[in-house]
Each structure stands twice: as C-alpha cells, then as structure tokens.
Nanobody, 116 residues
C-alpha cells in the first residue's frame, strides 16, 4: 500500500521551532532520496530539503542553516527540524521522494503557520 503521512505542523511564533515527521511506505522510501516540499499560499510547491538514502543532505538557500533533514531507514521515516522559523516559512509541508513524477502519490501534508 502506497502511503505518505506527514505530521508535526502547527502554529508557532517567529523564532520558534517545529519538528515534522513523515512516515512512508517502503515502496516510496527504500533506496530513494527523500525531500521535504513546501507550498506557500498562491505559490508553486518547492523543494526545501533533500536527503539521499546514504544521508547526504542539501537545502534551499532560504532554509539553509535553520532546517535540518534526517531519516531513519529502519522506520521508513524522514524528519525536518525547523528552527528560527520566519513568517515566510508558512505553508503546507509535504514529503516525497526526489525526484518524483507526475504519477506519484502525495500525502495530505501538514500545515505550518508562523506568526510575526
């Protein structure tokens, strides 16, 4: 069964922290690089952090130094630790493999709202 379940979002003040989790089915997770994607209101979905199966990480410039992506390969779970949050970090956060195709399944995402 294909599954992506994101959790951990919420409302936080600027400067605060949140930790997102994503539980994925093995067919999506195993052997693949995984990414956290953000879709802000009225904007396209963008990749903000990526981690390979071997745990090599890359980040969008907008989150570098503030966000940390990690994964537990035994639990098919990927995490996103978000510190020093800014109002512009507001959006729905999704996880998925990277790269993905137009045919790939997406979960419901988790809403992150950062108030100023």
């Amino acid at each position: 069964q294909v599954q992506l379940v994101e959790s951990g979002g919420g409302l936080v003040q600027a400067g605060g922290s949140l930790r997102l989790s994503c539980a994925a089915s093995g067919s999506i997770f195993s052997g693949n690089a995984m990414g956290w994607y953000r879709q802000a209101p009225g904007k396209e979905r963008e990749l903000v952090a990526r981690i390979t199966y071997g745990r090599f990480t890359t980040y969008a410039d907008s989150v570098k130094g503030r966000f940390t992506i990690s994964r537990d390969n035994a639990k098919n779970t990927v995490y996103l630790q978000m510190n020093s949050l800014k109002p512009e970090d507001t959006g729905v956060y999704y996880c998925n493999k990277d790269p993905y195709s137009v045919y790939d399944y997406w979960g419901q995402g988790t809403q992150v709202t950062v108030s100023s």
